[in-house]
């Protein structure tokens, strides 16, 4: 066992997790919930029946129904003596059994590959036979990759020079590097709430606390919350995403950049630059530019504007610290391969072809699901962002959870809100990636609107009249 939960933290997590009767089963659904999240970690101890139920001013017969439905669904394992321990969940295809690939996964928000990419494989393809004479494999990235993505940014005014770059296998990994360097047990660090739960993760992981500061929809960032969050916390990172911002698809101005870069500097905080999705503009050629200075690490990938498939990521940061994480990278992974490199490097130079197109592909997907979503649920938020991959979708009860698990039941993955949050809420919230197939969205937002009424208790909103109109438009 590694760690345990104790019946306050749990009921922290859980939220509100009385959305259905019997109480017993909707207790049992919060818990799932946050297995399948990974918000508790498989083979944490969950907290005894009676102290569960004291927390909670439940039954002890009640909490102990939970437990064995639980059980029944192989989430938890009971032994004598040591209690309660959470079991690993597969997030794909997990709840009522589907086969892979029968579930529509809107949990990954992951654009189809860019439609030239197989030719470009191609090409790197044709030179194979020079390729297997090497290595194949490399621990700080080629001269040819790190000096494309070093032009890249000299081109947006931000000088750099190859060695400061350090090319990863994806920007999963340049988060988990990152952070693993610059934090330690006991350090705090700054995250958006909500946020990019696997960031999140990376950053527990190294044993750091994690503090939040919001950002929303409709007001972007609160900067008199994230100055104070910075004087009190003195977080040693402070983890961003300033363009369309995972799950908001916000984008910070001016004035939130400077005074992110101004707060840090006086805390003596590191500003990470979660670039993944700065890419991904919709409406506009290219989102303002954005002063962070620097002294702040970036952080990019391929994943979203290419393939989520080509696992290329990259680090900008001083030369110090690509060193350090040179040093400390090969007990987990000795280089990223080369010919996934060589991809890389190609496509950096057709950038400027490549991004109208995933502008276009990811309008389409943004104009369907908003179409949809507002024809079926007038009562919901539903925002437009100007990019990025998903909406933060405002529903009318805090039911997410609850949502979620009945969606997976009839094969639609989604994430619901509090999986984004740092410090708990956004039961509220619903995270609807606009980057699978339109058949795939269409049938998705038809299995909500039909689960909605019993999840949340409210009436279906749309008449059947209405759904064919949306149909028509869609
Ligand atoms: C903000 C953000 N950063 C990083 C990643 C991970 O990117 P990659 O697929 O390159 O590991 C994602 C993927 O969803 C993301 O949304």
New binding site residues.
């Given amino acids: 066992m590694d760690s345990r939960i104790g019946a306050r933290g749990l009921a922290a997590a859980l939220g509100g997790w009385r959305t259905r009767t019997p109480t017993y089963e909707a207790l049992a659904d919060g818990i799932r919930l946050l297995c399948l999240d990974n918000r508790v970690a498989a083979h944490t101890a969950l907290p005894a029946e009676r102290e569960l139920a004291t927390t909670l001013g439940l039954s002890r017969a009640t909490v102990a129904a939970a437990y064995r439905s639980l059980r029944e669904s192989g989430h938890i394992e009971s032994t004598r003596g040591s209690g309660s321990i959470t079991l690993p969940q597969v997030r794909r295809g997990a709840g009522r059994v589907f086969n892979d690939g029968d579930g529509i996964d809107l949990q990954?928000?992951?654009p189809a590959a860019w439609p030239g990419l197989a030719g470009v494989m191609a090409e790197v393809g044709a030179d194979s036979a020079s390729l297997v004479g090497r290595p194949g494999y490399d621990i700080v990235g080629s001269i040819e990759l790190r000096a494309a993505i070093a032009d890249r940014y000299t081109a947006r005014g931000i000088p750099t020079d190859p060695e400061e770059i350090l090319v990863t296998n994806?920007?999963?990994?340049?988060?988990h590097l990152v952070t693993d360097a610059l934090l330690r047990p006991g350090a705090t660090a700054l995250l958006e709430t909500p946020t990019?739960p696997?960031?999140t993760e990376a950053i527990k992981a190294t044993g750091a606390r994690v503090t939040g500061t919001p950002v929303t929809v409709d007001d972007g960032w609160d900067l008199d919350r994230a100055v104070q969050a910075f004087r009190r916390a003195r977080p040693a990172l402070a983890y961003l995403?300033p363009w369309f911002q995972?799950p908001t698809g916000r984008t910070m101005t001016a004035l939130d950049a400077a005074t992110f870069r101004a707060a840090a500097e006086a805390a003596g905080s590191v500003l990470v630059i979660?670039e993944?999705?700065a890419e991904l503009a919709i409406d506009s050629a290219a989102p303002e530019a954005l002063d962070f200075g620097h002294e702040a690490v970036r952080?990019g990938?391929?994943?979203?504007t290419v393939w989520?498939g080509l696992?290329v990521?990259w680090v900008r940061g001083d030369r110090a610290l690509i060193r350090r994480l040179v040093a400390a990278r090969p007990r987990r992974d000795l280089g990223t391969a080369e010919f996934e490199q060589a991809v890389a490097t190609r496509l950096l130079r057709m950038m400027p072809d490549i991004l109208p197109q995933r502008a276009e592909l990811l309008g389409q997907g943004r104009d369907l699901v908003v179409a949809a979503l507002r024809a079926s649920f007038p009562g919901w938020r539903i925002p437009v962002p100007g990019g990025g991959?998903s909406l933060w979708v405002g529903l009318d009860a805090p039911r997410s959870g609850s949502l979620v698990l009945a969606a997976r039941r009839e094969g639609v993955l989604l994430s619901a809100g509090p999986r984004f949050s740092v410090d708990g809420g956004y039961d509220s919230y619903l995270r609807v990636p606009f980057t699978a197939p339109s058949e795939q969205m269409r049938e998705a937002v038809a299995v909500l609107a039909r689960l909605w009424p019993g999840v949340s208790g409210r009436p279906a909103s749309a008449t059947v009249d209405e759904m064919e109109a949306v149909a028509a438009i869609v």
């Fill in positions: 990954q928000a992951s994806g920007g999963q990994h340049a988060i990019y696997h960031a995403m995972n979660d993944t999705t952080i990938s391929l994943g979203k989520g696992r990521g991959v």
